[in-house]
């Protein structure tokens, strides 16, 4: 079974000429929409299905009434008839729910690959997500698949979906390690899903509040040195003089978080790089966001004293930001990613 193929073959042909009518697109950049779409969002389905509790939000989806496959017996009315308002709202729901925060970002590269506004490949993938939904619930139904059978179902088809995936998507979809095999499945019992990832959750928290930790000990003994000592200390951080030395190990991780950022942005090219670097770019800022809101729950004192260093740091890679926006297409392919990292780094410098 190939859920790439089958799919193809279901919406594509008459299917897909109905739908460039509908939304005023020509038939043939349809089928390269329809084309990069579907492995799309089986990708999105993928990796739903692997985080926790998203197999079982997946399969309480598919076990809807609207996911029985029933609509393509009536596709043609509501295609030809100007009835596929209902179709595109559902759609948009299930692109919120499939693809979070990213939907707009993949628009765009969908809308890039076809030759059209991201707006217009929107309206696409809002269109054909209810008919991949309603395939997807008719097999799973006729297979009589509970969550655990249809997440099986769906890493069967890692091959199938990686080959067939647009370039740099599954970057932007952050499955690559998913997809190469690098990453298991995540059980709806909650027992199998605690064998899955859970060192990595913790490590996400931990590792904020031992840079806090760190961070806390050295400014403490920094700002209560003895007056009346008159030897510089050289293995303190320079935040009242001209010269920068490395940061000292105690704070090492701010700058280790700045250094990624710094990588990822220098790598940033076009719009191609740009895809590939989204993914990492929302791992870096989650990072980031960690040490944020911690450092904000640190006394005035402390981040008064800490905010000229971060400031420093961060200076070239405004520099470096700029430059990346300027590039053509890569601007709305990373203006959600940099948003939330510009709020994050400016919550540290103190503005």
């Known amino acids: 079974m190939n859920l790439v193929d089958m799919l193809k073959s279901q919406i594509g042909g008459a299917v897909a000429g109905q739908i460039g009518k509908s939304l005023g697109i020509d038939e043939k950049t349809v089928a390269t929409g329809i084309g990069a779409a579907i492995p799309t969002i089986l990708g999105g389905l993928l990796k739903q299905a692997s985080s926790p509790g998203g197999a079982d939000q997946l399969n309480k989806t598919l076990d809807k009434d609207d996911f029985d496959g029933s609509i393509f017996d009536k596709l043609s009315d509501v295609l030809t008839n100007g009835k596929s308002g209902g179709l595109t709202n559902l759609g948009g729901s299930l692109s919120s729910m499939i693809f979070g925060d990213k939907g707009s970002v993949i628009s765009s590269v969908l809308g890039k690959l076809m030759g059209l506004d991201s707006s217009k490949a929107g309206s696409l993938l809002a269109m054909i997500l209810p008919l991949i939904m309603s395939f997807l619930g008719k097999t799973k139904r006729s297979n009589s698949l509970d969550a655990s059978g249809f997440t099986k179902l769906l890493m069967s088809q890692k091959d199938n979906i990686a080959s067939a995936m647009p370039k740099g998507m599954a970057e932007t979809l952050g499955i690559g390690n998913l997809l190469s095999g690098g990453a298991s499945v995540r059980q709806s019992r909650p027992t199998q899903q605690q064998s899955s990832g859970g060192s990595s959750g913790i490590l996400k928290f931990i590792i904020p509040l ?3 930790a760190g961070l806390g000990i050295f400014l403490f003994k ?17 935040l009242v003089n001209n010269d920068e030395p490395e940061l000292p190990t105690e704070i090492a991780g701010v700058g280790d978080i ?15 790089t740009a895809q590939g670097a989204f993914s990492k770019l929302t791992e870096v800022n ?17 981040r008064t004293a800490a905010a000229p260093k971060m400031a420093s740091l961060f200076k070239p890679i405004q520099e470096m930001i700029d430059k990346v926006m300027e590039i053509p297409g890569a601007s709305a392919i990373l203006k959600p990613i940099v948003d939330k990292l510009m709020g994050n780094i400016k919550s540290l410098i103190g503005q």
């Open 210 to 212: 031992a840079i806090l």
């Open 222 to 238: 920094y700002l209560n040195q003895p007056p009346t000592k008159t030897e510089p200390n050289t293995n303190l951080p320079n």
């Open 258 to 272: 700045f250094k990624d950022l710094t990588t990822l942005l220098a790598g940033i090219k076009d719009e191609v």
């Open 286 to 302: 989650d990072q980031l966001g960690g040490f944020a809101e911690g450092f904000k729950k640190l006394p005035a004192l402390v």
